[in-house]
């Protein structure tokens, strides 16, 4: 994996999966005119997807490829 940058200060695999799904909340941060296309995955928006290969509860750390 990488250099830990910030010992003690790190999050868990889920909250960072729970960070990224709650992006909508967000949006406001953004402003302009991109506010209304990203946050969420529906039709007519912009967005990222990330699309596993693998479990990554089960994957030890030095498994994880980022």
């Known amino acids: 994996m ?10 868990s695999r889920k909250k960072v999966l729970e960070m990224f799904q ?3 909340d967000n949006t ?3 402003g302009g005119p991109d506010e209304r296309l ?3 995955l ?6 990222d997807v990330a699309v596993l ?3 990554c509860f089960v994957l ?7």
Do not use: A, H, K, Q
């Open 53 to 55: 290969s693998d479990d």
């Open 2 to 11: 990488g250099d830990v940058i910030n010992p003690g200060r790190t999050i």
């Open 60 to 66: 030890e750390d030095g498994e994880l490829n980022c």
């Open 28 to 30: 406001w941060f953004l």
């Open 38 to 40: 990203l946050g969420v």
């Open 42 to 47: 529906e039709e007519r928006r912009l967005s």
């Open 22 to 24: 709650v992006t909508r």
